[in-house]
C-alpha cells in the first residue's frame, strides 16, 4: 500500500518550503495557503520517495525531500507514464496533467540533480484537484486509472 509521506506549501516564488502534517485540499486553491494552489493543470505536485532518492544518490548527495519544493511526497507508487491516472488521498482526487520538469533551481542546489531528475520521471507529477476534502501525512495513497 502506498502512503502520504510528506506535506509542503510555500507562500511565494523562491519562499522556503513550510512542512505540514495535514492540510485542507479543494478545487479553488489547491492546498491551502501555497502560493501555486490557483485553479489549472499544476494546482498540486507530486513527487515520489523513490525517485527523489535516487536522484540524489546520482548527484551525489542527501537532501531533505523539500529541496524538490514539490507539494506531496509519496511512497510505493510509480507515476512514470501516468498522464490521465488519478491519485486519491482519503475523499481526495487529484488528474495528473504532465510529468513536472525539474527546474534549474535543481542546479543550484547541488550540481547534477537537474540532470538526474530529467529521468524517468524524478521529478513528480503536476496535478489539477478533482475533489476536495482534509489529508494527512500517513493517509493511505491510491491510483486510480480512469475517471
Known amino acids: 500500500m502506498a502512503h502520504l509521506l510528506g506535506i509542503a506549501i510555500r507562500a511565494k516564488k523562491r519562499a522556503e518550503m513550510q512542512q505540514l502534517q495535514s492540510a485542507q485540499v479543494s478545487l479553488e486553491k489547491g492546498i491551502a495557503d501555497d502560493f501555486r494552489g490557483k485553479p489549472g493543470k499544476r494546482q498540486v505536485t507530486v513527487l515520489m520517495q523513490d525517485g527523489w532518492q535516487v536522484a540524489c544518490a546520482e548527484a551525489g548527495v542527501e537532501l531533505p525531500w523539500i529541496e524538490r519544493r514539490a507539494n506531496l511526497l509519496i511512497e510505493g507508487l510509480d507515476l512514470q507514464e501516468s498522464v490521465g491516472a488519478i491519485i486519491r488521498i482519503g475523499a481526495v482526487k487529484l488528474l495528473i496533467t504532465r510529468e513536472t520538469d ?7 542546489t547541488q550540481p547534477g540533480l537537474f540532470a538526474a531528475m530529467t529521468k524517468q520521471w524524478r521529478g513528480g507529477v503536476c496535478c489539477q484537484v478533482l ?9 493511505e495513497v491510491e491510483l486510480i486509472s480512469d475517471q
Not at 102 to 108: D, H, L, T, V
Not at 131 to 139: L, N, P, Y
Open 102 to 108: 525539474p527546474c534549474q533551481r535543481m542546479e543550484e
Open 131 to 139: 475533489e476536495a476534502g482534509q489529508i494527512a501525512v500517513g493517509d
